[in-house]
């Protein structure tokens, strides 16, 4: 039964719950458009072939965004927030990469995230969903708890600058010779990463992460390392909500700079579907369900956006 959710459904719960703006996003509406580069290390060739990690600097469009298809979402919102990245290589191949910045996501399988999706729905009688079914959906779905918990304990940050993005699903790895790894990947920030006060949640403006991205970039570039944890058998695999165990290996394996940041209307990165199973060859998918279940998900968002809809 958990498979028999249809992406249909759920981009019909996405659009009954935050209302439709036509033209744009189901989902992540919100956001702000970025440029740049990344730069890989050879070294990382050892577990992957991808020209990601050639050593020659790789351009790249970025998005940093807020879930929901609200428009007016405050940036105060406990909520996680987004880093996608399409990774343009030599000869017209892409990479996409479309994280959030929690470790785990709150959905093993889409009947989950539909039924959250249904839940946060306002109630017309407060214009705030009904904590009633928020509850009984938090105790129906364990799987929710573990990136509950996170955004429970970790306050929004102050800037996009300031937040560690994670990859979430298991990825493979795959060399020269066709030997895979699985790994996990995230996205580190050179600036340090910082929550906003409690104080600071109640007082500051409903809008200042797209002004301070773009006041950020003017300063100087914008960077963030690659880090990635090497899997070893057994850690899971397909699942998204489970952490891996802790001191994996990690490795660095390249640095993203952005340059550039604007806001999404008529930039780079408002057309782009940033749908993770967009790879290239030398990485490759895990059979995650929610990973699998994403892409046929962003190209009806998308179909229907470009459609005006
Ligand atoms: C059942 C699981 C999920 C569903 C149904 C879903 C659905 C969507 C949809 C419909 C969009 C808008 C696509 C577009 O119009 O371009 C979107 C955007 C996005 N999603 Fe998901 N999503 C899921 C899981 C995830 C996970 C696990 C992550 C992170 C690891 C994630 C991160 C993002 C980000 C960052 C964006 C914004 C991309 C951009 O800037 O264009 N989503 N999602």
Redesign the pocket.
């Known amino acids: 039964a958990q498979d028999e959710v249809t992406?249909e459904q759920?981009?019909s719960a996405?659009e009954d719950t935050f209302g439709v703006t036509p033209g744009e996003?189901?989902?992540?509406i919100k956001?702000t458009c970025a440029t740049g580069e990344f730069v890989g290390l050879p070294a990382a060739a050892s577990w992957s072939r991808s020209a990601l990690f050639s050593g020659q600097p790789v351009p790249v469009v970025a998005?940093l965004?807020l879930p929901g298809g609200n428009p007016k979402a405050p940036d105060t919102a406990k909520s996680p927030r987004?880093?996608?990245l399409e990774f343009r290589l030599p000869g017209g191949a892409l990479q996409h990469m479309?994280?959030?910045n929690t470790p785990v996501?709150g959905?093993a399988h889409?009947k989950t995230?539909l039924d959250q999706i249904v839940a946060l729905k306002p109630d017309p009688a407060t214009g705030k969903p009904d904590p009633a079914k928020l509850e009984a959906f938090k105790a129906s779905h364990p799987d929710s708890q573990a990136q509950a918990q996170f955004l429970g304990e970790h306050n929004p940050p102050p800037s996009f600058a300031n937040s560690s993005y994670?990859?979430?699903?298991t990825f493979k790895f795959v060399d020269a010779t066709g030997k895979a790894t699985l790994v996990r990947w995230r996205f580190v920030p050179e600036d340090g990463e910082k929550q906003l006060s409690d104080e600071e949640l109640k007082s500051l403006p409903a809008n200042f992460l797209e002004e301070r991205l773009i006041e950020r970039t003017t300063r100087g570039p914008l960077r963030w390392d690659m880090l990635v944890s090497i899997g070893q058998p057994g850690d899971p695999e397909n699942d998204?909500t489970q952490a891996w165990p802790e001191h994996r290996e990690q490795v660095k394996v390249g640095t993203l700079t952005l340059t550039a940041a604007m806001p999404q209307k008529g930039a780079a990165?408002e057309k782009?579907?940033?749908d993770?199973l967009v790879m290239a060859a030398g990485i490759a998918p895990t059979d995650d369900p929610?990973l699998r279940?994403?892409s046929p998900?962003?190209a009806?968002?998308?179909a229907k956006?470009l459609s005006g809809q």
Do not use: E, Q
Request: glycine fraction near 8%.
């Open positions: 992406p759920v981009v996405l996003r189901r989902n992540h956001g998005r965004s987004g880093m996608a479309t994280m959030l996501f959905a889409p995230f994670f990859g979430i699903h998204p990165c782009i579907n940033f993770p929610i279940f994403r998900s962003y009806l968002s998308f956006r």
